[in-house]
């Protein structure tokens, strides 16, 4: 089993939709949560960045995580063709001797028609 | 100011040739992580250096290896390239070592290496 557990889709929705992604995970040591969109054929792109539990708003985008439940999920509201693209959660911990590794999700595909 | 850049940008090698990736961090991002996407196993983590020490590593083979210099510029390698190399490489570097103080991690655009 995978330590994060995200549906690859693809999810397709009518413009001016509200979105809803999901990821759930298995590590409780994981504090930090983020979400990446990427284009195809370009890198991510970061989108998100939450510490922890909590909610955060940032324009059409907020991020919601649920430590108790270990499951964080990214809301888009008013969905654009533009928002077309695979998401990514991604998740880490804090690590002992210091330093970056982020866990991924297999990634969302998400289509928005016109 | 600059993203982070990778070059080459798209290559081709044959089987048991090595090759070499390079990243350019963000300007004053001293630490520098490398990534493999692949459509079975997604994005996976590599290795991460710091002020030129490697300070995490992922569970790749040792044909995978990497280094980082003074200027936090960062290369890695893979030596006998197998076909299951294919992939999308990609670098991606943060203002300091740790997710701490809302540190955040940003990605190049990755290098596509090709394996026939």
């Given at each position: 089993q995978k330590e994060v557990e995200q549906d690859p889709g693809p999810l397709s929705v009518p413009e001016g939709a509200i979105v809803s992604l999901n990821c759930t995970y298995?590590?409780?040591?994981?504090?930090y949560f983020m979400w990446y969109r990427q284009y195809s054929r370009k890198g991510p792109e970061l989108l998100m960045y939450t510490y922890s539990s909590g909610n955060k708003e940032d324009g059409r985008f907020t991020a919601q995580v649920d430590k108790s439940s270990k499951y964080i999920s990214l809301f888009i509201r008013d969905?654009?063709?533009?928002?077309?693209a695979t998401y990514l959660c991604a998740m880490s911990a804090t690590l002992t001797g210091g330093g970056n590794k982020l866990t991924f999700g297999t990634g969302t595909q998400l289509k928005v028609e016109l | 100011k600059a993203g982070v850049t990778q070059t080459p940008r798209y290559l081709i090698k044959t089987r048991g040739q090595q090759v070499t990736l390079s990243c350019s961090p963000i300007s004053g991002h001293r630490s520098v992580s490398w990534y493999q996407q692949t459509p079975g196993q997604g994005l996976q983590f590599l290795f991460e250096y710091f002020s030129e020490t490697q300070r995490n590593k992922g569970?790749?083979?040792?044909?995978f290896s990497g280094r980082q210099f003074s200027n936090s510029r960062s290369e890695m390698n893979v030596s006998?390239?197998?076909?299951?190399?294919s992939a999308l490489y990609l670098c991606a570097s943060s203002l300091?070592?740790?997710?701490?103080?809302?540190n955040t991690i940003y990605f190049g655009e990755g290098s596509w290496l090709t394996v026939v």
């Amino acid at each position: 089993q995978k330590e994060v557990e995200q549906d690859p889709g693809p999810l397709s929705v009518p413009e001016g939709a509200i979105v809803s992604l999901n990821c759930t995970y298995s590590n409780s040591a994981f504090q930090y949560f983020m979400w990446y969109r990427q284009y195809s054929r370009k890198g991510p792109e970061l989108l998100m960045y939450t510490y922890s539990s909590g909610n955060k708003e940032d324009g059409r985008f907020t991020a919601q995580v649920d430590k108790s439940s270990k499951y964080i999920s990214l809301f888009i509201r008013d969905s654009q063709p533009s928002d077309s693209a695979t998401y990514l959660c991604a998740m880490s911990a804090t690590l002992t001797g210091g330093g970056n590794k982020l866990t991924f999700g297999t990634g969302t595909q998400l289509k928005v028609e016109l | 100011k600059a993203g982070v850049t990778q070059t080459p940008r798209y290559l081709i090698k044959t089987r048991g040739q090595q090759v070499t990736l390079s990243c350019s961090p963000i300007s004053g991002h001293r630490s520098v992580s490398w990534y493999q996407q692949t459509p079975g196993q997604g994005l996976q983590f590599l290795f991460e250096y710091f002020s030129e020490t490697q300070r995490n590593k992922g569970n790749f083979p040792g044909r995978f290896s990497g280094r980082q210099f003074s200027n936090s510029r960062s290369e890695m390698n893979v030596s006998t390239l197998e076909l299951g190399d294919s992939a999308l490489y990609l670098c991606a570097s943060s203002l300091d070592a740790g997710l701490s103080s809302g540190n955040t991690i940003y990605f190049g655009e990755g290098s596509w290496l090709t394996v026939v």
